[in-house]
């Protein structure tokens, strides 16, 4: 199943926010969003799950316009976990991973075994099976993030698209979570500022700069040097190990002192801060 922008726009309070971008999501692969805030992801994504219309161009499902797709064909192959995505209150963290179900339930296909093992397997993959009773509104933020992955899981899409997935969790949920995500058999785009996340983790990345697609391609060749100091306006260097994996390190004024190789580059206080 694949997923596609071509040359989408989309404007909002009378700014152009994307310009001209055009993506293809690959079957099975994990491609990362990364740029700096405002820079439009989670625009692109919203117009990826096809809950916002774009002004120019198209977003395609399996080659079908997806804003021409019902919203229960869609949800079957699709499913999103916003950034500041809430749930009712007067639920428990089980019936909030229930309502991934909702798509594949109606008058005739009824709540079934099938659909309790398949909420169950969920919470166990989120490590929220111990959890399941409480209450929604006692639970902390990354909890709640754990159970909106859960329930996008029991939604058992083909396509996963996830808006900055771990900005809430401690580092062990953060990587366990990007780990669970890459081990399941789904396409994955995924909103990341994390860029050693975004290398570790993804297949392609594609960087968004003031709304407009400013790379795309494998993390070795999207994640240089040149590119993060002119897109984030900041210094790094980059190793890779045998892997091929990129190793991203900051240069602060604090790692300047310790990196002699750095200095009389940009750092924190020739930006100001
Ligand atoms: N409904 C809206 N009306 C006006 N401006 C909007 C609207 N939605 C988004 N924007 C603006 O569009 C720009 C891109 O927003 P978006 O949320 O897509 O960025 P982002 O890359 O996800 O940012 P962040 O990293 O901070 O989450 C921002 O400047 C934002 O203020």
Redesign the pocket.
Known sequence: MTLSAERVSWA????E??KDVSLTVETGEFLG?I????????????LLAGIRAPKSGSVLLDGAPIGLLGRRAVARRLALVE?QAETGERITARQAVELGRTPYLGALSPWSPEDDRIVDGALEDVDMAYLAGRSWHTLSGGERQRLHIARALAQQPEILLL??PTNHLDIGHQIGLLDLVRQQELTVVA?L?DLNHAALFCDRIAV?QE?RLAGLGEPREVLTEERIRTVFGFDVEIEQDDGGICNIRFLTRRTQKRAPRAQGRRTLSAMGA
Not at 12 to 15: D, M
């Open positions: 909002a309070g009378g700014t926010i994307l969003i740029g700096p805030n405002g820079s439009g992801k989670t625009s692109l994504m919203s950034q808006d900055e909103a500022h968004l709304g």
